[in-house]
């Protein structure tokens, strides 16, 4: 099981708690533990990432191990520590102002 943190914004839309367990098929990279999750979550289906493209939405970032993975390949492997459920896959809302 992957475990996944959200945002506040995503755990209103899902009306879950902070951190939400998932089963991810090997190998287990970014895209597989978003498609697992919106499959689960259908409504966070275009929240995440963009419909049409795929890519992640500019003001989403993702961090595993301590680690930002927001600018990697969505088939990147994740850690062994976030594919075991030692550590969550964190899914962040940035924040932007002036």
């Not at 287990?28 to 275009?46: F, K, N, Q």
């Not at 301590?66 to 809302?93: C, H, K, N, Q, W």
């Amino acid at each position: 099981m992957i475990r996944v943190v959200l945002p506040y914004h995503l755990r209103t839309l899902t009306q879950t708690g902070k951190e939400v367990e998932l089963h991810v098929e090997e190998p287990a990279t970014i895209d597989s533990v978003l498609g697992a999750l919106e499959a689960r979550y259908p409504v966070l289906r275009g929240t995440i990432r963009d419909y049409s493209t795929g890519e992640r939405r500019p003001f989403i970032r993702f961090f595993a191990c301590g680690e930002d993975f927001s600018l990697e390949a969505l088939d990147t492997p994740l850690p062994d520590a976030v594919r075991t459920g030692l550590e969550p896959f964190r899914i962040v809302g940035a924040m932007a102002g002036g």
